[in-house]
């Protein structure tokens, strides 16, 4: 499903058969109601082959994966022409990284004035902005459950443990309700009213 060398995530495309996309290419997520074990959120994700497609993915998968922390990612070592597991030397490096206070995901939250680390779970809403280079996600908030728009690099999103030092962040507080928030999220990414806020966790 995530495959850590290249930073994607497998889906189904009626296009293709398959497609591999990173979570700057994910456009909506939510949790599946329901109790699962582990929880499984529905994605609607960006593909190569010009439309959008829902998906569903674990949410082992979605937050830990990228982190090393499952021991099922494995690779032919060229050296020795056997197939060998990453995954706990991956784990194992996040670990001690988010031990020294380093964080894989963290976002601006605007109603607490502070930044906060996250992970991709609590990512609702992503767009492309207008002019294409950054992305604009819309967050909630682990702590205090509201939603914030940042406007971000892909790569903030995409690779583990790189934080933009900037981020855009639009100063309007979001509507509980999915619809509204979806419509109030598309205006402000447009809008293109964002101000830079630092990221530091420390
Ligand atoms: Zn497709
Ligand atoms: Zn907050």
Not at 13 to 28: D, I, K, M, Q, Y
Not at 76 to 93: D, F, H, Q, W
Not at 102 to 128: G, H, K, T, V
Not at 173 to 201: C, I, K, N
């Amino acid at each position: 499903m995530y495959d850590a060398l290249t930073t994607t995530y497998t889906f189904p495309c009626p296009t293709h058969g398959e497609t591999r996309v990173r979570l700057s290419r994910f456009r909506r997520l939510e949790e599946l109601p329901g109790a699962h074990h582990p929880a499984i959120f529905r994605v609607e994700f960006a593909c190569g082959c010009g439309s959008e497609h829902p998906g569903l993915v674990s949410h082992d998968d979605l937050d830990w994966a990228p982190l090393g922390l499952q021991d099922d990612t494995s690779f032919v070592n060229l050296m020795t022409s056997r197939l060998e597991s990453i995954g706990a030397e991956l784990g194992e490096l996040a670990a001690t990284r988010i031990k020294a206070g380093e964080w894989p995901w963290s976002f601006f939250c605007w109603p607490e004035e502070r930044p906060r680390p996250i992970f991709p779970s609590a990512f609702r809403l992503l767009a492309d902005d207008p002019a294409g280079r950054r992305v604009g996600v819309a967050v909630c908030c682990p702590v205090c459950g509201r939603v914030s728009l940042n406007l971000v690099s892909r790569e903030h999103l995409d690779v583990p443990f790189h934080n933009d030092r900037e981020i855009g962040v639009v100063e309007h507080l979001f509507e509980e309700d999915v619809q509204t928030t979806v419509e109030e999220f598309r205006a402000e990414l447009y809008s293109s009213a964002f101000d830079a806020r630092r990221l530091g966790l420390e």
